[in-house]
């Protein structure tokens, strides 16, 4: 039975938020620093610092660096360093090796996490506070 993603692909269209979704399709390796997206869908790799509201990791994704995000649903991989101020689903096929802060979790079975985990609040981070642009 597979579940569907909790958080969705948006089509893209020329104007709306929408247009601040970035998919990096399979095959693709992007390295750098990712800002002002409302989502990230990883297929491929993404070797970068990033912070948006939704990131999303397929089964053949990689994302590797920091990431601070309002809601992530991880059925590739994630190495680095994570905040979740809202919610984070490890699927059974996601793999996370990782510093994570998170307010919510759930890791499905066979979902893999490891790594410094901390719950937090919803709008605290280690350092201070976490303001997402809406």
């Known amino acids: 039975?597979?579940?569907?993603?909790?958080v969705q692909p948006v089509p893209a269209t020329n104007s709306g938020p929408a247009a601040r979704q970035l998919v990096v399709g399979r095959e693709i390796i992007l390295t750098g620093e990712i800002a002002?997206?409302?989502?990230l869908v990883v297929e491929g790799t993404v070797r970068a610092n990033i912070e948006c509201q939704d990131l999303l990791i397929e089964a053949s994704g990689l994302f590797a660096g920091s990431a601070l995000v309002r809601n992530a649903e991880i059925f590739g991989r994630?190495?680095?360093?994570?905040?979740?101020?809202?919610?984070?689903n490890v699927r059974a096929s996601g793999k996370v090796l990782a510093t994570v802060r998170y307010h919510e979790i759930e890791i499905d079975r066979g979902g893999e996490i490891s790594?410094?985990?901390q719950a937090q609040a919803a709008t605290e981070q280690a350092t201070g506070v976490v303001s997402i642009p809406a």
Not at 1 to 6: D, G, Q, R, V, Y
Not at 78 to 88: A, I, M, N, Y
């Open 1 to 6: 039975m597979t579940s569907k993603p909790a």
């Open 36 to 39: 002002s997206c409302e989502g």
């Open 78 to 88: 994630l190495e680095g360093e994570l905040v979740v101020t809202e919610r984070l």
């Open 115 to 117: 790594g410094d985990l």
